[in-house]
Structure formats: structure tokens, C-alpha cells
């Protein structure tokens, strides 16, 4: 897979997204650099994340970013051997919980741009394409390098200190779960 066709993917992927002025501004990045999908790349760069719900739903798989400090959807940059968004996502997503045989819901995208502090070096902004996915049933966790703690927490109970958008993203991505 080569560069350009990851590019094509995520524009493939935002052509998805509900039309308005987020989409705009993502599609308007991604367009105005031929390396914005990649680490070394423009500083501010896209990433791929998955908010993982619990098979029943009712609960998210949470990290505790080491750099930021914060608890987040498990995600980060894009490889060199990811094909798609959404397998870069899932492939964060098992890295860094150990849960292999995530499913991804259909539609489910949320985008979200956040600017980084100085902890994380000469990138300086992130254009998340957050995806939604499902754990199998029982499945277990482990904490990886990169995280200070993982954990499942109630979609209605999330932990602190948090990005203050993530519970509307967890509640926009849970609805793709009741309507799949």
C-alpha cells in the first residue's frame, strides 16, 4: 500500500462524514499536503482512532496516555503497513489493549482536531479520524508501553482528567451501535 493510496482512503473516509464545516476543514488539510497522513509529515498531521465499546454496549475501553495524562480512545499515527483508516485504528486500538477481533460499526466516524502540548515534540496538532468499534465478548485487556493504565469504564460514568469532547463523541459513535 503506498502512501497515496492510504490518502485516498481517508478521503474516501471524510467523504463519509456528515457534510458541514468539521468535514470542510478536514477535507481542506488533507488536501493541501501529500505527506499530512504521516508522522513526519506537516506538524499538524491526521491520526486514526477507535472508541471500543463493550459487546453490550454499555461500557468504552479507555487509556491512560502517558504523555498527555489524560484518558483517551486508544489511537495514534499512521504505519507504513496500514491499508485503510479504519485498520490503522483497529490496529492502534490492539496495540495498545491487547484486544485482538475488534469489529468495526459501519458509518461510525467522528472527526476531531486538537492541538498538543510540547510533550509530544515537533507535532504540534492532530486531525483524528475516531472510528467506533466492538470488543468480543469477554474479552481481556492488557496495558501496553504506551499507556499508564487501561480500563473499561460506563459510557454514562467516564474517568477524569478527560479530553472534555470525548463523551459527545462516545454518545455520537454509541448511536451507530443501536442502529447497526
Known sequence: MTRTSLRDNAFEVLRGATPGPVRDAFEAHL???DDGMWRDGPPE???ASAVVFSADGSHVLL???KKAKLWLQP???FEAGDRTVAGAALREAAEESGINGLTPV???LFLHRHDLAATFGRCTAHWDLRIAAVAPEGATITVSDESDDVRWWPVAA???PTDPDLADCIDELRAHL???
Request: proline letters at 10%; aromatic letters at 10%.
Open 158 to 160: 467516564l474517568p477524569e
Open 178 to 180: 443501536v442502529s447497526a
Open 75 to 77: 489511537g495514534g499515527h
Open 63 to 65: 487509556v491512560l496516555h
Open 106 to 108: 459501519p458509518g461510525a
Open 45 to 47: 498531521h491526521f491520526t
Open 31 to 33: 488536501a493541501s499536503y
